[in-house]
């Protein structure tokens, strides 16, 4: 029997578990965090996620958690609409095949997914790697250490594992020049105004965004652009100069911001290789391909199904190496698509404001739905092959 250990029990890990755990490995992890976590945007899921979820038979789980979005819309400074694209139109282009969803949601469903008898540590991080004879020596933050056949880094953009096995991020981590803050808040007569909208209030070289969770909460998306690749000091205040005269809806907004929201630079990981003897990485870990690509979450559930795959198919270092060579195409692909259209997501100049805010209310004029429909199924391609 196979042992696996997983570092990290977000949406890579807790979905790789689930499929090595139904054929017959032995699986454990392991998640720095004291508990679950709720944090984390809204994503638009679909490609890849979709198609594994399908497999996994929880997609019903996950449509009574999907919020219920009505559009997208584009706001100036005094929160009237100037674009904006209706959820309906997004969802047709995609055959239906697409959710809203809050990460922790996600990842709330995959972990219940899970049998209860396997062992998630949390509160328990990796202080060391060794390499022994046909496997790998973890030495864990607990005082134990444990041996396992394979070692997978699902631990995110600040992976740990990949820091003690390939060295430093600072080699593998891209800026593409923008910071983000997120957070959860309450308000019923902002949320009131909202409504089921996701509204994005935006300038050169800022946006505000916030949306309705589906619990009464209201969520806060902002994107500055900043080359500086060190976080603030002192994040609340650095989100409230940034953000400050978007108009009252965002002033209002920065008003419920708490005194440790999140606060990261916009980044991508390029690697040359996932792999180093038997340790793995996946997902962000391996290839964040940024918030300016979107489909990360989709792409680790992917990947995580793409891996368990090779894995039992072969012996490990050949299924390492078919997996880096399944996955490889789709994330430089969504990692060029990043870099290329973070310019048209949080713009720096005016005029492109502008044209975007029009250009994404074609789809709900006569023949802009296959246009714009082809072009999300590209970006959304699925890396799970067709059931046969």
């Not at 300038?203 to 969770?213: C, E, L, N, S």
């Not at 005194?259 to 390029?270: K, L, N, S, T």
């Not at 012996?315 to 996955?327: C, I, N, T």
Request: hydrophobic letters at 45%; a neutral charge.
């Amino acid at each position: 029997m196979m042992k696996v250990m997983i570092c990290g029990a977000g949406i890579a890990g807790l979905t790789l578990a689930w499929w090595l755990e139904r054929a017959g490995a032995e699986v454990a992890v392991v998640e720095r965090a004291a508990a679950p976590r709720s944090d984390g945007y809204m994503m638009d899921f679909f490609g890849s996620g979709y198609d594994v979820a399908e497999r996994m038979g929880i997609l019903g789980e996950l449509r009574e958690v999907a919020a219920d979005i009505a559009e997208l819309t584009y706001a100036d400074r005094r929160g009237r609409r100037v674009g904006g694209l209706r959820y309906a139109s997004f969802q047709e282009m995609l055959g239906g095949r697409v959710l809203s969803l809050m990460r922790g949601d996600l990842e709330a469903v995959l972990r219940s997914a899970l049998p209860r008898d396997l062992p998630i540590l949390y509160g328990t991080g990796i202080e060391a790697v060794h390499d022994v004879p046909s496997g790998v020596e973890v030495e864990l933050t607990d005082g134990t250490v444990r041996r396992a056949d394979l070692l997978v880094g699902a631990d995110g953009i600040h992976s740990t594992v990949r820091r003690l096995v390939f060295g430093g991020e600072e080699a593998f981590l891209r800026s593409l020049g923008y910071h983000t803050v997120s957070y959860l808040f309450q308000d019923a007569e902002l949320a009131e105004e909202v409504g089921r909208r996701f509204v994005l209030v935006g300038v050169p070289d800022r946006q505000a965004g916030f949306y309705p969770t589906g619990n009464g909460a209201l969520a806060a998306s902002l994107i500055h652009a900043c080359p500086a690749m060190t976080l603030p000091t002192d994040p609340r205040a650095e989100t409230l100069s940034v953000y400050r005269g978007l108009g009252p809806l965002v002033d209002r907004m920065l008003e419920q911001c708490p005194e440790d929201p999140y606060y990261d630079y916009v980044a991508q990981i390029r690697m040359p290789t996932w792999s180093r003897g038997r340790v793995t990485l996946l997902g962000d870990a391996a290839h964040a391909v940024s918030l300016m690509a979107g489909q990360g979450s989709s792409m680790a559930m992917g990947g995580a199904h793409t891996l368990a795959t090779e894995l039992l198919g072969a012996d490990v270092g050949s299924a390492l190496e078919r997996y880096e060579r399944r996955m490889r195409p789709f994330v430089l692909r969504k990692q060029a698509a990043g870099r290329s259209t973070a310019g048209w997501t949080v713009p720096h100049q005016a005029w492109r404001i502008a044209l975007r805010n029009r250009l994404f209310g074609l789809a709900d004029l006569p023949g802009g739905r296959p246009l714009m429909g082809h072009s999300l199924r590209r970006l959304g391609a699925s890396v799970v092959p067709s059931a046969g």
